[in-house]
Every structure is written in C-alpha cells, then in structure tokens.
C-alpha cells in the first residue's frame, strides 16, 4: 500500500512539473511577440572603423590627413562587417540580374549575385554612386532615329535586317530601342563622360553575346604589331579577338623590351574588370572565348592573305600565323588543339566615320628605342612644361592621364604611347584606354616608371584616391574583388594568382607615393583635385 501510494506520488510530481515548464515557455513565448527587442543601432559602427581601418605601418598612412581617413570610414562603416558576415547589410544591396563577375546562385536558378558578393558591396558603396553631370543632347554620341527599328528576318534564323518604315507593328508598349542589338544599345549609350554606366543592365547580355554568337566573318585588322581578327556576328555587331599566346604561369623574360612583348589576351579579359573596379569604365566590354580555327576562321574568312598561312603541325593541331609586324611567322604560329583557340573578344567602338576618334600622342611616352630615354625620363621638371602645353593646361585632361598611368601600373602595362578620345566631345571629355594586351606579363616584379606621371606632378583626383584607398581595405581588396570579376568569365581562371597578389603590392606603392606627395605639399588641396565637391 505503503509502495503504491509512493508511485502516485511521483508520477503527480512529474506532471506538476512538467506543467510548470509549459507554462513558463508559453510566458516566454507571449512576452517575445508582444514586446520584440529593440536592436542596437550602434552595433555594426562600433566595429565599423577597425574592419575598413588601414593596418599599422601601412605606407598610405604617409601624409594622410584626419579628414580624407574620416570620409573613408564614414563611407566604409555599412559594409564594415562584411568580412564576418555574408549577409547584405541593413540597407540592403540592389541587385540586378544577370550582373557579370559573380558565380552562379545555382539554388535559386538566377543570374544575380551571390550574398556576400565584394563586388555586390563595392558597387553599392557611395564612392561608386557619384552621379555624372546631367546627360544632354550634345553630350550623346548619337542621336536615334525614332523610325529605325531592328527585327530578325525570320524565327528560325538569329540574323537580323534593319527597316526604317513606319508601318513596321511593334509589341504593346515597345519602342524602337527595344528591338536594337546589344551592341547598338551600347553604341547608343555612349556620351561625354562615360563609356557606360555604372549600373547597366546592358553589360551581362553584352558580355555574353560576345562569348556565344555565331560567328559569320573573320578578318585580320589592317595595323598593329601583332595578330588581331575582326569577327563578325549575324546582327551586325563585331569583336576585335586577340588570340592566346602565352599560358597564365608564363612571365615576360627580364631581357625582353617592352615593345617587343606579347600581347596577352587573358590581359585584355583582366584589364576591362579591373578599370571597372577602378571605377574609370573606359575599356569596351571583353570576354574571354573559345574559337574554332577551323569552323570560326579557316573556313569563313574573305581574306586571302589570312587563309594562305593555315596549315598542320607535325602534332595534328590546326595552325595559322597571318600577317603582320611581329611574330607573324611558322615559328610564331597559333595553333590549336586540335583546333580550339583561347582568345579575348573585345566589343567594337562605333566605326570611326560615324564616331570619329582623335589620336593623342602620350606627353609620357617611351622612346621605343633600345638606347634612347625620352625626354621625362631626363628632365624632373618635365611636368611643369606638361601643364603649360594645351591640352593638359586646362580641364581634367592631365588627372585623367594619371589615372590612366594607376591602371597601367597596377597591370604592369609599359606600352602606353597613344589613347584616345571622341572628336565630337573636344577636350572635354574621358580618355579611352584601348589596346591594354602587353599587361600583366610580370607578376615578380614592377616598373615604377609607369607612375612618372603621378611622381613628377603630384596630382590625383580626390575620387580616385578615396576609392584607391578603399580597395586597399580587407573588405574590398583589389585582388579579392578582380578574383571574383573573373571567376563568372569562359575562361576562368583568367589570371594566376601571383598576379593577382602583385596587384595589392603595388596598389600599397601608389598609396605610398600619393602620402609621399601630401607629406610634401603644403596644402592637401595641391595633390588632392577635388573632382567631388560635396559628395564627401
């Protein structure tokens, strides 16, 4: 009896018990949903300044003020913990679809960025969303025609025919710009301060009908020191394709001048990403491609002179040489194997008698001789003749040569003799930075004779500086971000990863030199331009 009543005993208190657990968690449960915790606003800026800081002993720390530190944090706190986290921050990131150098969201199917995308955060950090001056109309490169329209000739064929008559039916609420080209569109988009947006939804479908489209013509390009192919595609849009003649381990030899270098055309590949993430935008669209000798070139082309030098290598693979200035030999041909062909596509510029462009020769030069130094390299005042010598005596035109020589640098690039400009946007307008293959041909060492230009006038663009700084952060290293552009591209890996390290070692060596030059000057105004006004 003694026993029983025992047992009842302990299985009333278990119960009771157990109650008394419900009942606390369902307590618990209706006091988080009726009062939810506020969150701490101060969270992420606490942490903020030491995520996006510049580490101790860093030689940017030379001559840098208080303020252009605080705007660096100011601008880097929202994206300070990025680092720790792969989640987009409070304010969120405004993706678009289809954005080029991201990998793939294969669980959601999409072309968007991935969470936690550098490049993502990048993009949508205020140093990247200064507005250009307002867009007139005499600042586009062209004026439409509202009647022109573009279709293709039939269903079954990807060839397009162009017809200007007015009766031509299209879909409800579809304008003549909708049935453009790609190619058109970023022909059309053009004007006096960029070569494309930033945000263009343009880009990825460029990008893409440079690496897929059928190819219907190829021909060499007259001039030029090396091999090039003019590729046609069935809607009247054209490539320029330099093709692979190094692999990515491969360095240009120390006893190599640098006018008798390769041209590299994974170069070209990294050379557009990297004036993107430069923010400059002044490098047409390139992809990487695979070709078909055989199928894309030997089989297609009009040009004589091109087809004559097509032959079989002893190993069975399908070669041709061409012809041209350098390396344009059976010593030198390109071969395939047996008959693909990495090479780089580079979106045309409108053709010169519809866009004319003006050549300008470089005031920093090389003399292209193999004993001869040309006249900067002699004179350390030579850049206070440049500024008294029109162009570069007004405007931005010498800040935008310097930021020209950045990139140059940052690649490796000795081969900068000529760029180019619209003719219809005078002096008054950005520089193109065209032909950039004889880049990253060096990872082990650099060339600060590139930088001449920077060293002798000791002037930047505050943007350009800020932004410099910025990609010199943990969260928005230049050589995580180039990584990531490249990873989405057909022929990833573009680049070998000594390269991409370089990039950060020599990105510290204009840092450096930019303090050298603030510890100098007696304002921060002299080397400082201010190109942003209020914006900072």
């Known amino acids: 009896m003694r026993c029983r009543l025992q047992t009842l005993f302990q299985r009333k208190f278990k119960i009771s018990l157990l109650f008394l657990l419900l009942l606390a968690l369902l307590v618990h449960l209706v006091l988080d949903f009726a009062f939810p915790t506020a969150q701490s606003p101060c969270s992420c800026d606490v942490k903020a300044p030491k995520a996006v800081g510049v580490p101790s002993g860093s030689p940017m720390l030379a001559g840098l003020t208080k303020l252009s530190l605080r705007i660096l944090q100011d601008f880097s706190g929202s994206n300070g913990s990025l680092e720790k986290s ?5 304010a969120g990131l405004h993706i678009r679809a289809g954005e080029p150098g991201v990998q793939q969201q294969h669980e959601e199917g999409n072309e968007g960025w991935t969470k936690g995308s550098k490049l993502a955060a990048l993009f949508e950090h205020p140093l990247y ?38 009766e031509t039916l299209l879909p409800t609420g579809k304008t003549a710009y909708d049935t453009y080209p790609t190619w058109l569109k970023f022909h059309i988009g053009i004007n006096r301060y960029e070569l494309y947006p ?3 939804p343009l880009l990825p479908t460029l990008l893409r ?54 041209e590299r055309h994974n170069a070209e ?27 894309e070139i030997r089989d297609i082309t009009t040009d004589k002179k091109l087809a004559k030098t097509f032959f079989i290598s002893p190993a069975g693979n399908i070669c041709f040489y061409g012809e041209c200035s350098y390396y344009c030999s059976t010593e030198h041909a390109l071969c395939g194997k047996p008959d693909q062909l990495e090479g780089s596509m580079a979106a045309l510029l409108p053709d010169k008698t519809l866009a004319k462009r003006r050549s300008w020769r470089s005031p920093w030069r090389r003399s292209y001789h193999k004993s001869k130094k040309a006249e900067w390299e002699l004179n350390p005042n030579y850049c206070a003749q440049v500024r ?15 930021d020209m020589a950045v990139l140059d640098f940052l690649m490796g690039n000795m081969d900068r003799h000529h760029y180019e400009t619209f003719e219809k946007f005078g002096n008054d307008t950005f520089l193109l930075h ?19 230009p920077l060293q002798q006038c000791c ?32 022929l990833a890996p573009v680049l070998a990863e000594p390269h991409l390290r370089a990039l950060d070692r020599r990105l510290g060596k204009v840092l450096a030199l930019v303090g050298y030059c603030l510890a100098r000057a007696a304002r921060q105004e002299e080397v400082l331009v201010d190109d942003v006004g209020s914006w900072v």
């Open 86 to 90: 792969s989640q987009p921050q409070k």
């Open 129 to 166: 969303k200064i507005p250009i001056p307002e867009v007139t109309e005499k600042d586009k490169l062209f004026i439409v025609n509202p009647m022109e329209k573009f279709s293709l000739r039939s269903n079954e064929s990807d060839e397009w025919v162009s017809s200007s008559k007015a």
């Open 198 to 200: 930033r945000q263009d």
């Open 209 to 262: 009908d440079l690496a897929t489209q059928r190819i219907i013509s190829s021909v060499q390009k007259s001039g030029g020191t090396q091999l090039k192919l003019i590729m046609t595609f069935p809607n009247y849009g054209q490539a320029l394709f330099k093709p692979m003649k190094q692999t990515r381990d491969q360095e240009t030899p120390i006893d190599f001048f640098y006018f008798s270098d390769f």
């Open 269 to 295: 590949i990294a050379a557009f990403h990297l004036d993107r993430i430069l923010d400059f935008r002044r490098i047409p669209p390139v992809s990487g491609r695979l070709v078909n000798i055989t199928k």
């Open 388 to 402: 008294e010598t029109p162009p570069y005596d007004r405007g931005h035109r010498l800040l935008d040569l310097i």
């Open 434 to 452: 065209l032909d950039n293959g004889r880049g990253f041909g060096t990872h082990s060492r650099d060339e600060p004779s590139i930088l001449a």
């Open 459 to 490: 002037s930047i663009k505050k943007s350009t500086y800020l932004r410099l700084q910025l990609l010199a952060t943990q969260p928005y290293r230049l050589s995580d971000l180039l990584r990531e552009a490249l990873a989405a591209d057909p």
